[in-house]
């Protein structure tokens, strides 16, 4: 019980006298909520009644204050297409390699393998994202991929999100190749999903800066994406740790640029079409030069 209590706000709701007595006890001023035959009242002692008064008066401005509102984010339609294409390119490498249509070892040619900088093969940092061990490997990045790839492709379109997944997934591997030995050997398309991962929370972060939200809120974007790193990019015997961290912070590096100003405005210079077409032509290079 306080000793001379005061009122200092009453309301016939009980939820009110509430949300105020716990905004009180945040600031260790000792409340009461007393029941009236016409209500509830909250009660401080009268020694800290000039400051309650003070801090529910800041209350109540805040909640009066209209909150910011985030504006709707360009959603590109037709998502779907891309995904399909990403689908059916890592599925016929797939059939590809296990048929030897070429007579030779895709993953010889192709893998990223330690000490390939060095001889000049730096096309295996991007002809190693369309290969994949075993059935398991595959599928579990045809979904991953899809999904993120999806989302990627709504916010940036079919064509530019795909073409910054591939310049960071491949700019991952390259400098991965640099710090390995050369013993290493990796493959899969892992790097480019995570990358699609990055890509995804740093351009919704970067893009909803500004709105007045909490810094927590602002960050919500980039912390899930590195729980989904934690998560996802940790876990199995043979994971590739290393390519997939390297991955997402290349994919956010390129979500930041394309965020920006000057970068939205070079996006916006290359055609959807013309920017898949390129995806598809480099990877097409690459694994001519892998084959040559």
């Known amino acids: 019980m306080l000793a001379d209590p005061m009122v200092v706000f009453r309301s016939v709701r009980r939820q009110a006298c509430d949300e105020r007595a716990f905004v009180l006890t945040a600031v260790l001023i000792d409340n009461q909520i007393i029941e ?22 800041q209350y109540d401005e805040e909640r009066r204050r209209p909150r910011p509102r985030l504006t709707a984010m360009v959603q590109f339609p037709n998502a779907w297409r891309s995904v399909v294409v990403y689908v059916l390119a890592l599925v016929l490498v797939a059939v590809t390699a296990a048929m030897h249509v070429f007579a030779r070892d895709l993953f010889d040619a192709g893998a990223v393998r330690g000490g390939m900088l060095s001889r000049g093969e730096w096309w295996r940092a991007f002809t190693a994202l369309t290969l994949h ?32 997944v591939l310049l960071a997934a491949g700019s991952a591997n390259l400098l991965e190749a640099a710090l390995v030995s050369d013993q290493f050997i990796s493959a899969g398309a892992s790097t480019a999903v995570f990358a699609a991962v990055g890509l995804l929370a740093a351009h919704t972060w970067r893009t909803r800066r500004g709105f007045g939200l909490p810094g927590w809120r602002q960050a919500a974007p980039l912390i899930g994406g ?16 290393l390519s997939h961290g390297l991955g997402f912070a290349f994919g956010a590096v390129a979500g930041i640029g394309a965020a920006t100003r000057r970068g939205n405005r070079l996006l916006e210079k290359m055609p959807q079409l013309l920017a898949g077409c390129a995806v598809l032509a480099w990877l097409t290079l690459c694994w001519w030069l892998a084959l040559a």
């Open 36 to 57: 009236e035959p016409a209500g509830f009242a909250l009660c401080v002692a009268q020694r800290q009644a000039a400051h309650a008064a003070h801090h529910l008066h």
């Open 226 to 241: 590195l729980l989904l790193l934690a998560w996802l990019g940790t876990e199995g015997e043979n994971t590739d740790v």
């Open 133 to 164: 061990w075993d059935l398991e490997h595959l599928l579990g990045n045809l979904g991953a991929g899809s999904l993120f790839g999806y989302f990627a492709a709504r916010q940036l379109g079919n064509g530019r999100s795909w073409l910054l």
